[in-house]
């Protein structure tokens, strides 16, 4: 999931387009991206170009954001997106763990009128600094959170906090990605506002790599590429990682691989990048 791109809900002539692209997860959004006049309309456009799993043949992963739990949209985003065959339903404005299991209690309840069988995974939105301080006790409220998803735009603007400087960024993704490690979730890299500003974007994303986020959030799909180029293993990293796992073959504990030594968190990742390779091979 190197790269998420953003696709409003509003702007049906964007779908199959995104849909062909080279995004790795499509966002269809129904929340910041839609007018609260359209919101209607986007919903029914996104149910009727999801219903048919367009993303399966096209060896995509999608995701919905809905509406906030509170807002007056939220059950009516729940019952058209619940019945699809999506992988992830993204939420938006938790901050609490409370609010956490108030949003998937009435998730379930619509899933059981609706006689939906299929228990959708979460993403879960942290964009505020309440919602940063308890990001570990959310990731751990409920077996079906995946992942946790960083919101800078709603975390640093209202306070002032300056994106440009990158040693703010890094605290935020830290924080972030420490909360997800320790759940076992995965970490998903804010959207970033500069479309046309790739050392910005790739500044944030190759922070994001080394802490070891899945992917980055896209707002416009010339930052797909960015986003692809920044998390892929590189050439180097795939051969050493086929080298460790080799060397695995015969040895019992710790063992040596050019040079370093090599034990069981090693090996977990080095096989991590095989198949985060294969993956992009397929």
Same mark, same amino acid.
């Given at each position: ?50 219903? +048919? ?211 069981? +968190? ?17």
């Amino acid at each position: 999931m190197r790269s998420k791109l953003f696709v409003p809900g509003s702007r049906p002539m964007l779908f199959a387009k995104a849909l062909a692209g080279d995004a790795d997860l499509l966002s269809f959004d129904l929340e910041d991206a839609v007018a609260g006049e359209d919101k209607a309309a986007a919903r029914t456009q996104v149910a009727a170009f999801l219903q +048919p799993a367009p993303h399966r043949a096209a060896r995509k992963q999608v995701v919905v954001r809905v509406n906030a739990w509170s807002s007056s949209a939220w059950e009516d985003d729940l019952r058209a997106i619940l019945p699809l065959d999506i992988d992830l339903l993204n939420l938006p404005k938790i901050e609490s763990v409370e609010q956490l299991r108030q949003a998937i209690s009435e998730v379930e309840s619509v899933e059981a009128r609706l006689g939906v069988r299929r228990a959708v995974g979460l993403l879960v939105n942290i964009e505020t600094p309440r919602a940063l301080r308890h990001a570990v006790k959310i990731a751990q409220a409920h077996p079906r959170v995946r992942g946790l998803q960083l919101g800078l735009g709603d975390l640093f603007e209202p306070h002032g906090i300056r994106r440009s400087d990158l040693r703010n960024v890094h605290a935020a993704q830290y924080a972030l990605r420490m909360a997800a490690a320790e759940a076992g979730a995965f970490a998903y890299d804010a959207a970033f506002p500069g479309l046309e500003d790739e050392a910005g974007f790739r500044a944030e994303a190759d922070a994001a790599r080394a802490l070891g986020f899945a992917g980055k959030s896209c707002v416009h799909p010339r930052q797909v590429a960015w986003a692809n180029a920044a998390f892929a293993p590189s050439v180097e990293e795939v051969d050493a990682a086929r080298r460790t796992v080799a060397a695995a073959e015969g040895s019992a504990g710790v063992y040596a691989v050019d040079g370093r030594m090599v034990d069981a +968190p090693f090996l977990a990742r080095a096989r991590a990048v095989l198949a985060a390779a294969g993956r992009e091979r397929a």
